[in-house]
């Protein structure tokens, strides 16, 4: 008995050790200062433009063979804001409108257990997307301007609040501050890879763990807004004027060029597919790109 007892603690102490490490992401660091295009670069070709009932869309989130756009309508939500989310097909096709009454300037989506959660100024919605019906506004406390959400792989949601510069952690519908940093300033999207959480911010992405320690992850020259990780850890970046990144291996590659009148922002990838949609904010549109071999190949 007093072996089996030596054993759970000797296993409870190495559990609460490896928990606070700091691990690595096997996604190289990287440093990045000036862009540089690979001359293998082949970009992304432009599948489809979407037009239809978007109003100042500003965030995409996919879901099986669905896509929801949130229209933010006014970017800060005043009170008498009225945006809205709508559900289209993979392409864009719209296809209805949400029945979430209530939602002011509503950005980033993600989707957990059948549930989709929408980051609308101060509180989180959490949407039933099989009973079409809205089942909670979870208030966020002290959040000003929430931008994104994302979830780890533990179940837990992390709101970025962009005029804060916090990052709020949601578990069991219940908000509360996760870290705290000047570092933080203008946060807007967020990816999870592999352990970590990545935030796009004025000229960074910053890496957060799990226990909310920050570090600078890459710097970049432009302020990120939108970012996805792919399968590979590469991250795909938006810095909301119309251009779209891709940063990886030291390199910060142009992927889709910023037109007049047309923003880049809260993107959403399918990896397998190669399939970027990219919500155009002013241009009242969503555009669907299927990417190629968009990375150096380091042989």
């Given at each position: 008995?007093?072996y089996?007892?030596?054993v759970?603690?000797a296993?409870?102490?190495?559990?609460i050790v490896w928990?606070?490490?700091?691990?690595?992401?096997?996604?190289a660091?990287v440093?990045?200062s000036?862009m540089?295009?690979?001359?293998?670069?082949?970009g992304?070709?432009?599948?489809?433009t979407?037009?239809e009932r978007?109003?100042?869309?500003?965030?995409v989130?996919?879901?099986?063979d669905?896509?929801f756009?949130?229209n933010a309508?006014?970017?800060?939500?005043n009170a008498d804001s009225?945006g809205?989310v709508?559900?289209?097909?993979?392409?864009g096709?719209f296809v209805?409108?949400l029945?979430i009454?209530?939602?002011?300037?509503?950005?980033?989506?993600?989707?957990?257990d059948g549930?989709?959660?929408?980051?609308?100024?101060?509180?989180?919605?959490k949407?039933?997307?099989?009973?079409d019906?809205?089942?909670?506004?979870?208030?966020?406390?002290?959040a000003?301007?929430?931008?994104?959400i994302?979830?780890?792989?533990?179940?837990?949601l992390?709101?970025?609040d962009?005029?804060?510069?916090?990052?709020?952690?949601?578990?069991?519908?219940t908000?509360?501050?996760?870290?705290a940093d000047?570092?933080?300033?203008?946060?807007?999207?967020?990816?999870y890879?592999?352990g970590?959480i990545?935030?796009?911010?004025k000229?960074?992405?910053m890496?957060?763990?799990s226990?909310?320690?920050?570090?600078i992850?890459a710097?970049v020259?432009y302020?990120?807004?939108?970012?996805?990780?792919d399968?590979?850890?590469?991250?795909?970046?938006t810095?909301f004027?119309?251009?779209?990144?891709?940063?990886?291996?030291?390199?910060?590659?142009?992927?889709?060029?910023?037109?007049?009148?047309?923003n880049?922002?809260?993107?959403?990838?399918?990896?397998?597919?190669?399939?970027?949609?990219?919500?155009?904010?002013?241009n009242?549109?969503?555009?669907i790109?299927?990417?190629g071999?968009?990375?150096?190949?380091n042989?």
């Open positions: 008995m007093k089996v007892f030596n759970l603690i296993f409870v102490v190495i559990w928990s606070v490490i700091d691990h690595e992401p096997k996604t660091s440093e990045v000036t540089a295009e690979a001359k293998d670069f082949d992304a070709r432009i599948a489809k979407c037009k978007f109003q100042k869309p500003v965030s989130e996919f879901c099986n669905e896509m756009v949130s309508m006014s970017y800060t939500g009225a809205f709508c559900r289209t097909t993979l392409y096709e209805d409108t029945r009454a209530g939602l002011r300037s509503p950005k980033g989506m993600t989707v957990k549930y989709l959660y929408i980051a609308d100024v101060n509180s989180i919605a949407y039933d997307i099989d009973g019906s809205l089942v909670t506004m979870i208030p966020v406390e002290g000003q301007n929430l931008a994104d994302e979830k780890d792989h533990a179940g837990r992390f709101a970025s962009a005029q804060g510069a916090k990052i709020f952690c949601i578990k069991n519908d908000a509360r501050l996760f870290v000047t570092l933080l300033r203008n946060v807007s999207g967020l990816s890879y592999k970590y990545f935030a796009g911010v000229n960074h992405i890496r957060i763990d226990v909310g320690k920050t570090r992850f710097n020259v302020p990120v807004y939108g970012i996805c990780a399968d590979e850890g590469n991250f795909i970046t810095d004027s119309g251009n779209v990144y891709v940063v990886s291996s030291g390199k910060q590659q142009l992927l889709v060029k910023k037109r007049q009148g047309i880049a922002a809260g993107i959403g990838y399918i990896p397998e597919q190669k399939l970027l949609a990219v919500p155009t904010y002013a009242n549109s969503i555009e790109y299927e990417i071999r968009y990375l150096q190949q042989k």
